[in-house]
Structures are given as C-alpha cells and as structure tokens.
C-alpha cells in the first residue's frame, strides 16, 4: 500500500471490513472452511468486475486478519457481544448478518489497533449499507459501543 494517498488506504480498509462481514456471513451460511473462504474473496471478489459491476479493491491484509481475527476468537467475542445485547436476545437469536458484522468488529476491537472510535464510524456506516432504514444501525451504534468500553476501556 505503498504510495497511495490516506483518503486512499483508508478506502481500502473499509472495503475490507465489509467484505469480512460478507465473508463470515457467507461461512456461516454454507459452512465453507475458513481458507476457501478467504482465497475466494481475494481472487474473485476484490477488484472484479460481476454482472457490469465493479467490485471495489480491498486491502487483503487487513481483511484476512480481521476474518482470521474473528474465526479464531469467536468464543471471546460472542460472550462480549452477548453481554452487550439485551438478555433474552443472545447473538445467536440475532440476525446472521449482524452476528458476522459484530464478530468481525469484535475481532478489530481485540485484536487490531483501529481505535475504538474509528471502529464504531466504520462498522455503523456497513451497518447501513445492509440495512438502510435506519433502524439496525442505532442498535449497532450502542452495541459496538459497549463492545469497545468492555474491549478498549483505556480508550474511553
């Protein structure tokens, strides 16, 4: 990523972020194994064209460490993301896609470090890329939040 400008390697980040959340989204779905997952997303998906439309460039690093981040610490992020989440609604009676985008966050809380802020902005705005009513997104804006005080209490 040498030589790009910040605008950028930051565009290039997010469009990272949002294909994790589409990449444990599509684990999950069809139980594919993690290394299929990742080789199909960086050879077929970043910077391809499908059906006369461009997919955008993602920056692969950060997008196997974050879907990598969240496979391999899924137990840790489940129980914090259940414990932000209403008690009779665990992350499994959740929407899958919502599950996926706050694994994959969870993974970038934990693992990564984005600060905790930045993490919030990004994993909203894919929020509303998802669901553009509205509504999801303010129910991840105050997940994510307790996510990241729980994860990154420093940073608060």
Do not use: C
């Not at 391809?48 to 137990?75: H, I, P, S």
């Amino acid at each position: 990523m040498t030589g790009l400008s910040g605008n950028q390697k930051r565009a290039l980040r997010s469009a990272a972020r949002f294909f994790a959340v589409q990449a444990l989204f599509q684990m999950e779905q069809s139980d594919a194994p993690i290394g299929q997952i990742i080789k199909e997303f960086a050879d077929h998906r970043f910077g391809e064209e499908f059906e006369d439309y461009a997919m955008q460039e993602a920056d692969v690093k950060v997008f196997r460490t974050l879907v990598n981040g969240a496979v391999d610490n899924q137990g840790g992020i489940d129980k914090m993301t259940d414990r932000a989440l209403v008690a009779k609604w665990p992350i499994d009676r959740i929407d899958p896609t919502l599950r996926a985008l706050f694994r994959v966050a969870g993974a970038e809380l934990t693992v990564a470090d984005t600060p905790p802020r930045v993490v919030i902005v990004e994993y909203v705005q894919i929020t509303q890329a998802f669901f553009p009513d509205g509504k999801e997104s303010r129910f991840v804006n105050a997940v994510l939040d307790h996510m990241a005080r729980e994860a990154r209490p420093e940073a608060f």
